[in-house]
């Protein structure tokens, strides 16, 4: 399958600063990633579409201003929360799909960034 | 809303048992259904993938889809411990767009 890789995969940081999470498509080109946050013992759920070229597309509930996705080039989508708070502590999950591969309809995820935020 | 439902278990099974994962999920035009697998503090792992009505095997894992019930299952084969950890069930509205997922399944095999 598809490899995707996340850094970094952990990070710890004060609250008010701001973190970028590196996500990159090691092995094949990726027109659209998508971001995901799990907290504790819930579900993934999915924060926004990154699209190379464009505006990324956020989910309902989910700040764009506070988490500023650029998807700059085929291979490397980023997340930026900005001013974290303890509330944004959490595990951040990015996916992309190969869409000129075999299993072009399926999402490779990467190993994920688990952000704490004091 | 589009919503994927899940039993969240626990669901215990001793070693070398069949162990049966259920979902469904709310929109009738869904086209793709997904199975991952995640271990705690981990990313979540692809296991199966189905598209039609009717059962997908690879190896120990069974995936069965039936859309007119709306009811996506995994069967696990011949448990072992080292299948202990939460199944997720992922539905996807149209080619290429985001998963939704379920809440997740855990599942223990005991020894």
Redesign the interface.
């Known amino acids: 399958?598809a490899v995707v890789s996340q850094h970094p995969s952990w990070v710890i940081c004060k609250s008010g600063t701001s973190v970028k999470i590196e996500c990159r498509s090691l092995d094949f080109q990726a027109t659209?990633m998508?971001w995901y946050r799990q907290f504790p013992k819930?579900?993934?759920?999915?924060m926004a579409?990154s699209n190379e070229g464009s505006k990324a597309t956020y989910e309902q509930g989910v700040e764009k201003d506070k988490f500023l996705i650029n998807h700059a080039s085929l291979t490397l989508s980023t997340l930026t929360v900005t001013s974290a708070h303890p509330e944004d502590s959490s595990f951040y999950?990015c996916?992309a799909?190969d869409?000129a591969g075999r299993?072009y309809?399926?999402?490779?995820?990467?190993?994920?960034t688990?952000l704490t935020v004091l | 809303q589009k919503e994927v439902e899940q039993n969240s278990g626990p669901l215990s099974v001793p070693e070398g048992a069949i162990a049966s994962l259920n979902c469904t999920y709310s929109d009738r035009g869904s086209q793709s259904f997904f199975w991952y697998r995640q271990y705690s503090g981990k990313s979540p792992e692809l296991i199966m993938s189905i598209y039609s009505n009717g059962d997908k095997e690879d190896g120990r894992f069974t995936a069965q889809l039936n859309k007119a019930s709306q009811y996506v299952s995994l069967l696990i084969r011949d448990s072992q411990p080292s299948d202990s950890a939460t199944y997720l069930c992922a539905v996807s509205w149209q080619a290429g767009t985001a998963l939704i997922f379920g809440k997740g399944t855990t599942l223990s095999v005991s020894s």
């Open positions: 399958g659209t998508f819930q579900s993934l759920m999915l579409t999950i996916s799909r869409l299993s309809n399926e999402q490779f995820f990467g190993p994920g688990r």
